[in-house]
C-alpha cells in the first residue's frame, strides 16, 4: 500500500521479516521446556523485586531444561544510568541467577538470538515495522506533543476515553502523497499502529498466575516507533519475544494492563503469542496498611544493603522462594540440609495478590540458612564480607582461623544447630569476646552479671574457681559437677526449693558461680556454654581472663 512511503521511511532496512524470522527459528529443546527471560531496563541500580523476578525466570527454565536469557530493555535512553547493565550482571551472577543467554557487557553476548539488547536490535524492529507500513497495519503520525496534550483534555473534559485512536486518531487515514509531503517538509513523526480492535469486544486469556482473565480488545493506535527511531516498549516485547523464541514471558503485574496491546500486536505481526505470568508487586507492610518497597524510603529495597549488612546471598534467595511459593516453608522444614534449586517452583501456586516482603521473616529464614551451613562455610563466607565491610574483624578473624571455625562450629552438630546470626554484621558483636584484642578494650561499665551478683561476690568466686576448677574435665556434664562442687564449698545452693525456703543461708544459687565464670570469661551473661568457650579459647587465655578480672 505504502510502498513509496516505506521505501521513504525505511530505506536502510536490507532484509525481509522472513529473514529474520529464519535466522532466529524455533529452538530445538525437549519437549515441555520453558524459555524465559529477566529483561530489566537499565534505569538504575538493582531493586530486590528484579532479584525476584530473574529468580522465577530462571526456575523456571532451569527446572524444565530450558532456557533462561538476559534481555537489556534500554528503548528509553534518557533514562539510561551508567553502570546499570554492569551492575544487573554482577548483581544476577552474585545470586547464583546465571543465565544461558543474553549480554555480557555494553556490546558482548552470548547465545544465537542476540544482540540481547534492544538499542542494537533497531534493524530488526525497522525491517518488521516497515512491513505493517506496507500492510496498511501501521501509519506515521505528525502530530505535535502539544496537540496529544490538548486532544487528552478536550476528552477527559467530555468523559470520554482518552487515547489516540479511532476518529481522534488524526493521521490514521493519511494519504502516502500527504506522509510523503510532510516528511520532505522535514516534519517530525513517529509510526503508529492502525488497530484493528474493537473495544465493544472482549478478549479471554489465561495468565499463568492470575488465572483466566478477559478484557476489551485495544483499540489505540499506540506508537511502534518513537521520534528517536527506537520502538517502545510494546513493539519490542512483540518482536523480541517471538524471535528470541520465549515460551513464557513472566514480567510485573504492571503489565497486565498492557496485556490488550501485546495480544493485538503478535496477532498483527502474524506471530504466536507465549504464555504469559504476571508476578505480584512487592509490598512491605507500613503501619496498616501495604504499599510497594520504594527504593527512596527502604533501604532494603536495593540489593546493595543485603551485600552491604551481609545476608548470604542464598538466604535471600530462600527468603523469596518463600514468597514465590508458601509452600517452600514446608519443604525446607522437611528437608533442611537440601539444595534449594531441588524445591519445584509452580506460578499456579503463587499467590494471586500481594507479594509481602517482611525483614523479619527475612531474618529468621537466614538464621536458619546460616544455623544449617558448615562451619567451613560460614567461615567462608564470613571472612568474604569483611574483607569488604570490617577490615578489623577480617584481620583478627583470618589471624586466628582455627579459632573462628571453632567458634562458628559451636553445637552445629547437635539436633538444634545455634541461630545466632541473620547476617555478617551481626558477628562481631556476637563473638567479639572470644578475641583478646576486642575483649581487653570492654570497660568495667561493660560487665555483665547475674542478676543479685556483684562484681565483689563475682571476684570471691573467681578466687576460689581459679585454683580449684578442672581445665581437663571430660565433658560437660563433668565439668558442671566440678563447678558445682566448688560452688557448694563456697555456701551456693543447688537446688532451687531449699534457696527459696531460706535464702539467708545461702551466698545464691549455682547458677550464680557458673555466672560469675561466665562473667570473667566472656563480660557477659548470655553466651554458649562455659565449658566450650573455655576450650575455644584455651587454658592459658581462660587462666588469665581470671586474672584480669580479679585486678578490676
Ligand atoms: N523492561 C521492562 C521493565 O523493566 C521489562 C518488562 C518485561 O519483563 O517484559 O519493566
Same mark, same amino acid.
Given at each position: 500500500?505504502?510502498?513509496?512511503? =516505506?521505501?521513504?521511511?525505511?530505506?536502510?532496512?536490507?532484509?525481509?521479516?522472513? @529473514?529474520?524470522?529464519?535466522?532466529?527459528?524455533?529452538?530445538?529443546?525437549?519437549?515441555?521446556?520453558?524459555?524465559?527471560? @529477566?529483561?530489566?531496563?537499565?534505569?538504575?541500580?538493582?531493586?530486590?523485586?528484579?532479584? *525476584?523476578? =530473574?529468580?522465577?525466570?530462571?526456575?523456571?527454565?532451569?527446572?524444565?531444561?530450558?532456557? %533462561?536469557?538476559?534481555?537489556?530493555?534500554?528503548?528509553?535512553? /534518557?533514562?539510561?544510568?551508567?553502570?546499570?547493565?554492569?551492575?544487573?550482571?554482577?548483581?544476577?551472577?552474585? %545470586?547464583?541467577?546465571?543465565?544461558?543467554?543474553?549480554?555480557?557487557?555494553?556490546?558482548?553476548?552470548?547465545?544465537?538470538?542476540?544482540?540481547?539488547?534492544?538499542?542494537?536490535?533497531?534493524?530488526?524492529? &525497522?525491517?518488521?515495522?516497515?512491513?505493517?507500513?506496507?500492510?496498511?497495519?501501521?501509519?506515521?503520525?505528525?502530530?505535535?506533543?502539544?496537540?496529544?496534550?490538548?486532544?487528552?483534555?478536550?476528552?477527559?473534559?467530555?468523559?470520554?476515553?482518552?487515547?489516540?485512536?479511532?476518529?481522534?486518531?488524526? %493521521?490514521?487515514?493519511?494519504?502516502?502523497?500527504?506522509?510523503?509531503?510532510? +516528511?520532505?517538509?522535514?516534519?517530525?513523526?513517529?509510526?503508529?499502529?492502525?488497530?484493528?480492535?474493537? #473495544?465493544?469486544?472482549?478478549?479471554? *486469556?489465561?495468565?499463568?498466575?492470575?488465572?483466566?482473565?478477559?478484557? #476489551?480488545?485495544?483499540?489505540?493506535?499506540?506508537?511502534?516507533?518513537?521520534?528517536?527511531?527506537?520502538?517502545?516498549?510494546?513493539?519490542?516485547?512483540?518482536?523480541?519475544?517471538?524471535?528470541?523464541?520465549?515460551?513464557?514471558?513472566?514480567?510485573?503485574?504492571?503489565?497486565?494492563?498492557?496485556?490488550? +496491546?501485546?495480544?493485538?500486536?503478535?496477532?498483527?505481526?502474524?506471530?504466536?503469542?507465549?504464555?504469559?505470568?504476571?508476578?505480584?508487586? +512487592?509490598?512491605?507492610?507500613?503501619?496498616?496498611?501495604?504499599?510497594?518497597?520504594?527504593?527512596?524510603?527502604?533501604?532494603?529495597? =536495593?540489593?546493595?544493603?543485603?551485600?552491604?549488612?551481609?545476608?548470604?546471598?542464598?538466604?535471600? +534467595?530462600?527468603?523469596?522462594?518463600?514468597?514465590?511459593?508458601?509452600?517452600?516453608?514446608?519443604?525446607?522444614?522437611?528437608?533442611?540440609?537440601?539444595?534449594?534449586?531441588?524445591?519445584?517452583?509452580?506460578?499456579?501456586?503463587?499467590?494471586?495478590?500481594?507479594?509481602?516482603?517482611?525483614?523479619?521473616?527475612?531474618?529468621?529464614?537466614?538464621?536458619?540458612?546460616?544455623?544449617?551451613?558448615?562451619?567451613?562455610?560460614?567461615?567462608? &563466607?564470613?571472612?568474604?564480607?569483611?574483607?569488604? *565491610?570490617?577490615?578489623?574483624?577480617?584481620?583478627?578473624?583470618?589471624?586466628?582461623? =582455627?579459632?573462628?571455625?571453632?567458634?562458628?562450629?559451636?553445637?552445629?552438630?547437635?539436633? /538444634?544447630?545455634?541461630?545466632?546470626?541473620?547476617?555478617?554484621?551481626?558477628?562481631?558483636?556476637?563473638?567479639?569476646? *572470644? %578475641?583478646?584484642?576486642?575483649?581487653?578494650?570492654?570497660?568495667?561499665?561493660?560487665?555483665?552479671?547475674?542478676?543479685?551478683?556483684?562484681?565483689?561476690?563475682?571476684?570471691?568466686?573467681?578466687?576460689?574457681?581459679?585454683?580449684?576448677?578442672?581445665?581437663?574435665?571430660?565433658?560437660?556434664?563433668?565439668?558442671?559437677?566440678?563447678?558445682?562442687?566448688?560452688?557448694?564449698?563456697?555456701?551456693?545452693?543447688?537446688?532451687?526449693?531449699?534457696?527459696?525456703?531460706? #535464702?539467708?543461708?545461702?551466698?545464691?544459687?549455682?547458677?550464680?558461680?557458673?555466672?560469675?565464670?561466665?562473667?570473667?570469661?566472656?563480660?557477659?551473661?548470655?553466651?554458649?556454654?562455659?565449658?566450650?568457650?573455655?576450650?575455644?579459647?584455651?587454658?592459658?587465655?581462660?587462666?588469665?581472663?581470671?586474672? /584480669?578480672?580479679?585486678?578490676?
Amino acid at each position: 500500500m505504502f510502498e513509496k512511503l =516505506a521505501e521513504m521511511i525505511f530505506k536502510d532496512v536490507e532484509h525481509t521479516t522472513e @529473514y529474520y524470522i529464519q535466522k532466529y527459528p524455533k529452538r530445538n529443546l525437549k519437549e515441555g521446556a520453558r524459555v524465559t527471560r @529477566y529483561a530489566p531496563s537499565p534505569t538504575g541500580f538493582q531493586h530486590i523485586g528484579g532479584v *525476584f523476578a =530473574a529468580l522465577i525466570d530462571e526456575r523456571i527454565a532451569s527446572q524444565s531444561e530450558g532456557i %533462561f536469557y538476559l534481555r537489556i530493555e534500554d528503548t528509553d535512553q /534518557k533514562r539510561e544510568v551508567q553502570g546499570a547493565i554492569e551492575d544487573t550482571i554482577a548483581t544476577m551472577h552474585n %545470586f547464583g541467577l546465571d543465565f544461558n543467554e543474553g549480554m555480557t557487557g555494553q556490546d558482548t553476548f552470548i547465545g544465537d538470538y542476540g544482540p540481547y539488547r534492544q538499542s542494537q536490535r533497531a534493524d530488526i524492529y &525497522n525491517t518488521f515495522a516497515k512491513d505493517l507500513l506496507l500492510k496498511g497495519l501501521a501509519y506515521p503520525c505528525f502530530c505535535t506533543p502539544e496537540e496529544l496534550t490538548e486532544l487528552r483534555e478536550m476528552q477527559v473534559a467530555n468523559k470520554i476515553t482518552p487515547g489516540y485512536y479511532g476518529e481522534y486518531a488524526k %493521521f490514521r487515514n493519511i494519504t502516502e502523497e500527504e506522509a510523503i509531503k510532510k +516528511i520532505e517538509n522535514g516534519e517530525k513523526y513517529i509510526l503508529r499502529l492502525k488497530s484493528p480492535g474493537n #473495544p465493544e469486544k472482549r478478549v479471554e *486469556f489465561h495468565d499463568l498466575i492470575k488465572g483466566d482473565i478477559s478484557f #476489551p480488545e485495544n483499540n489505540q493506535d499506540i506508537v511502534l516507533i518513537k521520534g528517536d527511531g527506537l520502538p517502545t516498549y510494546h513493539f519490542a516485547h512483540a518482536i523480541d519475544d517471538f524471535l528470541m523464541r520465549t515460551t513464557d514471558v513472566i514480567r510485573g503485574e504492571e503489565w497486565l494492563a498492557s496485556l490488550p +496491546i501485546h495480544v493485538q500486536l503478535f496477532e498483527v505481526l502474524g506471530f504466536e503469542a507465549p504464555k504469559y505470568a504476571h508476578i505480584p508487586t +512487592i509490598m512491605k507492610q507500613d503501619g496498616g496498611s501495604k504499599r510497594k518497597l520504594s527504593k527512596r524510603k527502604d533501604a532494603e529495597a =536495593a540489593v546493595s544493603y543485603y551485600k552491604e549488612v551481609g545476608y548470604p546471598t542464598v538466604t535471600v +534467595i530462600e527468603y523469596l522462594l518463600n514468597i514465590v511459593n508458601s509452600t517452600f516453608e514446608v519443604w525446607r522444614a522437611e528437608n533442611p540440609k537440601v539444595d534449594y534449586h531441588e524445591f519445584e517452583v509452580l506460578l499456579e501456586k503463587m499467590s494471586k495478590s500481594g507479594a509481602l516482603f517482611d525483614l523479619v521473616k527475612l531474618n529468621d529464614v537466614s538464621k536458619d540458612c546460616i544455623a544449617a551451613m558448615k562451619a567451613e562455610d560460614v567461615y567462608a &563466607n564470613y571472612i568474604t564480607w569483611a574483607k569488604e *565491610f570490617d577490615e578489623e574483624m577480617y584481620k583478627l578473624v583470618t589471624e586466628n582461623e =582455627a579459632m573462628t571455625k571453632a567458634i562458628f562450629n559451636i553445637d552445629k552438630e547437635g539436633p /538444634k544447630p545455634r541461630k545466632d546470626f541473620a547476617k555478617w554484621d551481626e558477628v562481631k558483636d556476637k563473638v567479639s569476646y *572470644f %578475641f583478646d584484642e576486642l575483649f581487653v578494650k570492654e570497660t568495667v561499665e561493660q560487665i555483665e552479671l547475674p542478676k543479685g551478683v556483684t562484681l565483689e561476690s563475682a571476684k570471691d568466686v573467681i578466687e576460689v574457681y581459679k585454683n580449684e576448677f578442672n581445665f581437663n574435665a571430660e565433658s560437660q556434664e563433668a565439668w558442671f559437677e566440678d563447678l558445682k562442687e566448688i560452688g557448694l564449698r563456697l555456701g551456693y545452693c543447688a537446688n532451687r526449693k531449699d534457696f527459696k525456703a531460706n #535464702p539467708e543461708q545461702y551466698k545464691g544459687m549455682i547458677s550464680d558461680v557458673a555466672g560469675a565464670v561466665r562473667s570473667a570469661l566472656t563480660h557477659r551473661t548470655n553466651s554458649p556454654d562455659i565449658y566450650t568457650i573455655m576450650h575455644i579459647i584455651g587454658e592459658d587465655k581462660v587462666r588469665s581472663r581470671f586474672e /584480669k578480672f580479679l585486678s578490676l
